[in-house]
């Protein structure tokens, strides 16, 4: 007879003792069943916690998304601020440059290198297949349109702050008061007969007929470049007063500057007299710019607080 394996089990407590045969078949089906029996169990509780986990994954994510969308509204709110600030800073930029005779910034300039949000980011966007992503992307968008403005606006408020200190500058160099006060114009600029001469002459500036003696003031900032004697003129000066505007003074009785002296708009430079080629007292003023004489008349503004 085949001998079967045995299992005995003893009960501690009643000393008893039980006989349990057991053929192969019934071992191996014992094992086998808790082998499955062991695999399920785990293959449920792994599921169990991965499901679990992922939930509370999700629950988050969600979370964050709820929020992202509250922080993309505020966004796009303060993006809309900004827009309007900006087009405020635009229309005042038009108008200074309206002011100053300055070209207003072309539309197509101000929308010139807008290339939309960054390549790798829209790509990311797109393929995210984010609820919001065409939002996100629209607002991305419109910052590097805000960005490129504020830039553009930058330049050009230096610019027109430059230009503005320029104008301000050259104004002080322009010979706009009469430099003599109480004359009356004995001769005034363009062709006449030259009165000593006698023969048609161009005169390449105004005489300004008044008492010997009357302080003569400098009609704007400027550099003296001639203080002396020249020719006809008699006792002459020049002043160089930047930004190609030159004036001369003829015919002096007395000079009180020296070359390469800096003068002041309404600094005394000297008095009138008759030296040189005049007949009378009188001050012969000429006006030049780049080198061409033109009429001291178009230049005088009546500003008698200098005198
Ligand atoms: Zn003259």
Redesign the pocket.
Known sequence: MKKKPLLIYMNPKTSGVKEFHLSISKIVLMVVLSILFIAFALKYSVDFIVDFSQNSKISNLKKENDLLKTELKGIAEQITTLRSSIDHIEQRDDQIRTMLDLPAINSDVRQVGIGGADPDVSSLLSSAELSFGGELFDNLNLLKKLEREIRLEKESYQKLLTTVERRQDSLRYLPALKPVRNAYIS?PFGNRIHPIRKRLHF?K???LATNRGTPIIAPADGTIVMAGRNAGYGLYISIDHKYGYETSY?HLRKIYVRKGQRVKRGDKIGEVGSTGLATSS?L?YEVRFDGKPLNPMDFFLDDESHY
């Open positions: 001769s005169h500036g105004i005489d003829g009188h012969h």
